[in-house]
C-alpha cells in the first residue's frame, strides 16, 4: 500500500469515529519499529518527522535521511503518511514537502492567530499543488519546562476556542486541525482531562479530522473520550521513548552492564514496537475501506 497523504489515511476517520496514531521517530530503529506494528496489525500509521531535520544544511545528507524514510514508507505493506511534526517556520515545512513528506504540520499556535492564519494559508497553497495535506493549529498545547507538569498547571486560557477554530478552517483550507483541550507535550503528572464539551462544540463547528497532540500520560478512559468527542489523530512520543530507554535499563541491570549494545537496540525496538502496538488498540484505528 505505501505512502499515503493526511487527507486518504484519515478519510474514513471522522464518520467512523476512530483516531489514527502518529508517532515520531527519532532514527532508523523507531521507524522500523512503528512501520512494522503498523504492518503486523495490518493498520494504517502516521510517520512523523520531528522538525529538527531542518538543521541538517548538508544537501546530500538531507536527501539520505528523507530516502530512508521514504524507501521505508514505500515498501509498507499498510498505509503510511509521512508528515512534518510541529513545522515551526514557513522554510521548515518547504523543507519537507521538498524532502517528500506527503503531510505537514505548520505550528503557528504560538503566533498572534491573523498571523498564525497568513502563513498556513499561504503553506496550504504551496502544499496543495504538489499533492501534499497540511495540519494547523489553533489555541496552544504547551509543554513542560522541564520535569513534569501537574494537570492543575495546565493553561486553560490556551484552550482552543470553538468559533476561532470555525474561522481558521474556512480561511486557510486546512485538512487536519490540532487542538487544545487539555493536554501537553512531554512527562505529565496527575491525570489529564479532556474538555469534552469543547470538543463537542468545535466538532459541530468543524468538519475536517481533528487532532490531539500530547498523547503520552493519557489514560485509556480519556483516549476513548477524546475519540467520541471528535479526534481522529493523536499524536504520542514520550511514552514510545519512555518505552525504549526503560527496555534498555532493564536489559542493563539484568546483565549488570556486561550486554553488547545490539542486545540494547533489539530489547528498545521490541518495547517502542509493543507500545505503538498498544496505542492502536486503544485508538480503535480501523484498516482503510475496512
Ligand atoms: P507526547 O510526547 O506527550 O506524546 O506528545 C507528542 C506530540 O504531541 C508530538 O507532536
Redesign the pocket.
Given at each position: 500500500m505505501g505512502l499515503v497523504t493526511l487527507t486518504e489515511i484519515l478519510k474514513e476517520s471522522v464518520e467512523k469515529k476512530y483516531a489514527v496514531g502518529?508517532f515520531?521517530t527519532l532514527d532508523d530503529n523507531f521507524t522500523e519499529a512503528i512501520v512494522a506494528a503498523a504492518e503486523e496489525e495490518g493498520l494504517p500509521v502516521i510517520l512523523?518527522v520531528?522538525n529538527f531535520f531542518a538543521d541538517i544544511r548538508d544537501e546530500r545528507q538531507l536527501s539520505f535521511y528523507f530516502n530512508r524514510l521514504l524507501d521505508r514508507c514505500q515498501r509498507a505493506t499498510v498505509p503510511v503518511c509521512l508528515h512534518l511534526?510541529?513545522g515551526n517556520s514557513f522554510a521548515c515545512c518547504v523543507k519537507a514537502i521538498h524532502g517528500g513528506c506527503t503531510s505537514i504540520?505548520f505550528d503557528g499556535s504560538a503566533l498572534p492567530v491573523e498571523e498564525n492564519m497568513a502563513i498556513t494559508k499561504e503553506l496550504v497553497r504551496i502544499a496543495h499543488s504538489c499533492g501534499v495535506s497540511v495540519e494547523a493549529e489553533i489555541g496552544h498545547?504547551g509543554?513542560p519546562e522541564g520535569g513534569e507538569l501537574e494537570a492543575s498547571d495546565v493553561d486553560a486560557s490556551q484552550y482552543t476556542k470553538p468559533e476561532d477554530a470555525k474561522r481558521f478552517v474556512e480561511e486557510t483550507g486546512v485538512d487536519a486541525l490540532?487542538v487544545a483541550v487539555g493536554?501537553?507535550?512531554?512527562?505529565?503528572k496527575g491525570t489529564p482531562k479532556i474538555d469534552t464539551e469543547r470538543l463537542d462544540r468545535i466538532r459541530e463547528l468543524v468538519k475536517i479530522p481533528l487532532v490531539?497532540?500530547?498523547?503520552?500520560?493519557l489514560p485509556e478512559s480519556e483516549f476513548r473520550a477524546a475519540i467520541a468527542h471528535g479526534i481522529n489523530k493523536?499524536?504520542?512520543?514520550?511514552?514510545?521513548?519512555l518505552a525504549a530507554s526503560g527496555a534498555i535499563d532493564a536489559k542493563l541491570k539484568e546483565f549488570h552492564g556486561k550486554i553488547h549494545y545490539i542486545e540494547l537496540i533489539n530489547a528498545a525496538h521490541e518495547a517502542c514496537k509493543a507500545a505503538v502496538k498498544e496505542q492502536m488498540r486503544i485508538f480503535g484505528t480501523l484498516p482503510l475501506d475496512a
Open positions: 502518529a515520531d512523523m520531528p511534526d510541529h504540520m498545547v509543554s490540532a493536554t501537553v507535550h512531554g512527562l505529565f490531539l497532540h500530547g498523547g503520552s500520560g493523536i499524536n504520542f512520543f514520550t511514552g514510545l521513548s
